[in-house]
């Protein structure tokens, strides 16, 4: 079957289909007036799978919309997802379905620790990890990754730096696999030494795996941090979502896996009142593309890893910018803190250029930016030349 990623779609002023819908607001497409092209919040220009679109119009053709439940065919389409593509079996039991991972952070830092105590994680990270503690009125930990020291090598975890964050109040990991904004696949070592670490100093891990399924490089396969060490499993929840990788995050749809009974009663009785049951169309969404998105998911890989070769060849033809080769995700860190963009090489990019990236100060680590090459080839070609023009004169 092929697939349509070429084709751009008009999401800042879409296509008047009601006569009185002038347009279907966007956030990446309407955080910016005027001529930019927006390649920063982690949202794809590319049309969902066809099986989700077919799911959800037969959906929406019922017309009532009133309280839904988590189908059971659902839970056992994540259990064979997880199966066959992680090789790890998990039971349907363990899943929590809820709105987002974005919220389930927070919930796992009140269900979790007590109000003072620490919650860590590493830098640099995607910003809503690092608003954690300070909304749910607990310590914030952070310990900075090892950044790369020549070209061509990668970031890594730094496995001291984490060690000598750790305190006697710290209680919670918030942990990226893969990594969201390095693009890194952590590597066994590494994530021994991390498993290592929880253990010592008796920590609990939410381990966020939401782009798992846009490992990048040919083979990889990816390994949940639970799967990988057993005996974190009763310590750790894993978050899971077809958000990022089947462009359905507008449909506020995720998975909470907790195989501990107590872990997952509490993470459970945190959500109530709190939290929304899940969306009946972002259910219909999930299971559809876990069900039948795998076809569509590989056609996008092939695409998403050309654009990282293109990405890479202009990057490198950039004076006083480098960026590790992303193993994952759709998007890009890259070090501008030597191309003669002052402070914050974001807006001067923004203001100079009309091309929208993310800030690196909201991901703890100013002077970088975040790039989002997930959209069609002739708008990231439109945005290259114009970073060309300015990076380059």
């Given at each position: 079957?092929?697939?349509?990623?070429a084709?751009?779609v008009?999401?800042?002023?879409?296509?008047?289909t009601?006569?009185?819908?002038?347009?279907?607001p966007?956030?990446?497409?309407?955080?910016?007036?005027?001529?930019?092209?927006?390649?920063?919040?982690?949202?794809m220009?590319?049309?969902?799978?066809?099986?989700?679109i077919?799911?959800l119009?037969?959906?929406v053709?019922?017309?009532?919309?009133g309280?839904?439940?988590?189908p059971d065919s659902?839970?056992?389409?994540?259990?064979?997802?997880?199966?066959?593509h992680?090789?790890?079996?998990i039971?349907?039991d363990w899943?929590?379905w809820l709105?987002?991972?974005?919220?389930?952070?927070?919930?796992?830092?009140?269900?979790?620790?007590e109000p003072?105590e620490?919650?860590l994680?590493v830098?640099?990270?995607y910003p809503?990890?690092?608003?954690?503690?300070?909304?749910t009125g607990?310590l914030?930990?952070?310990?900075?990754?090892?950044?790369?020291t020549?070209?061509?090598e990668?970031?890594?975890?730094?496995l001291d730096?984490l060690e000598?964050a750790?305190t006697?109040d710290?209680?919670?990991?918030l942990?990226?696999?893969?990594?969201?904004?390095?693009?890194?696949v952590?590597?066994a070592?590494e994530?021994?030494?991390l498993?290592?670490?929880?253990?010592?100093?008796?920590?609990l891990v939410?381990s966020?795996?939401?782009?798992?399924?846009?490992l990048?490089?040919?083979?990889a396969?990816h390994q949940?941090?639970?799967?990988?060490?057993?005996?974190?499993a009763?310590?750790?929840?894993?978050?899971?979502?077809?958000s990022?990788t089947?462009?359905?995050?507008g449909l506020?749809?995720?998975?909470?896996?907790?195989?501990d009974?107590?872990l997952?009663?509490r993470f459970?009785a945190q959500m109530?009142?709190?939290?929304?049951?899940p969306?009946?169309l972002g259910l219909v969404a999930?299971?559809?593309?876990?069900?039948?998105?795998d076809?569509w998911?590989q056609?996008?890989?092939e695409?998403?890893r050309?654009h990282?070769?293109?990405l890479a060849e202009?990057?490198?033809?950039w004076?006083g910018?480098?960026m590790?080769?992303?193993?994952?995700t759709y998007l890009?860190?890259?070090?501008?803190?030597?191309?003669?963009l002052?402070d914050c090489?974001?807006q001067?990019l923004?203001?100079?250029?009309?091309?929208?990236?993310?800030?690196?100060?909201d991901?703890?680590?100013?002077?970088?930016v975040r790039?989002?090459f997930?959209?069609?080839?002739?708008?990231?070609?439109?945005?290259?030349a114009?970073?060309?023009?300015?990076l380059c004169?």
């Open positions: 079957m092929q697939f349509d990623f084709t751009p008009a999401r800042r002023h879409p296509p008047d009601r006569g009185d819908h002038p347009e279907w966007s956030q990446k497409w309407h955080r910016y007036a005027g001529d930019v092209l927006p390649l920063w919040v982690a949202d220009d590319f049309v969902s799978p066809p099986a989700v077919e799911a119009q037969a959906r053709d019922h017309g009532v919309f309280y839904g439940m988590v659902l839970r056992r389409t994540l259990c064979d997802w997880s199966a066959s992680y090789g790890w079996p039971d349907a899943q929590l709105p987002g991972v974005v919220p389930a952070l927070h919930l796992a830092s009140m269900a979790l620790t003072g620490g919650v994680t830098t640099p990270i809503p990890f690092l608003k954690v503690a300070e909304r607990r914030a930990q952070q310990a900075p990754l090892a950044e790369p020549a070209p061509g990668p970031w890594r975890l730094d730096a000598a750790i006697d710290t209680r919670l990991l942990w990226c696999h893969p990594h969201n904004p390095t693009g890194r952590w590597q070592e994530l021994a030494g498993a290592a670490l929880v253990e010592k100093h008796d920590l939410v966020d795996e939401l782009h798992c399924d846009l990048l490089d040919e083979g396969r949940p941090l639970a799967a990988a060490f057993p005996a974190l009763a310590r750790t929840i894993t978050l899971w979502a077809p990022k089947f462009n359905l995050a506020t749809c995720a998975c909470a896996v907790i195989p009974p107590d997952r009663q459970a109530k009142g709190l939290q929304s049951d969306n009946v999930a299971e559809a593309a876990y069900a039948e998105g076809p998911r056609a996008l890989l695409v998403l050309g990282r070769q293109r202009r990057v490198a033809t004076p910018v480098s590790h080769l992303p193993q994952s890009a860190w890259l070090d501008m803190r030597q191309a003669g002052g090489p974001q001067a923004l203001h100079d250029t009309g091309v929208a990236l993310s800030d690196g100060a991901f703890g680590w100013p002077g970088f790039l989002n997930g959209t069609t080839e002739a708008q990231l070609e439109a945005a290259l114009r970073l060309d023009a300015r004169r």
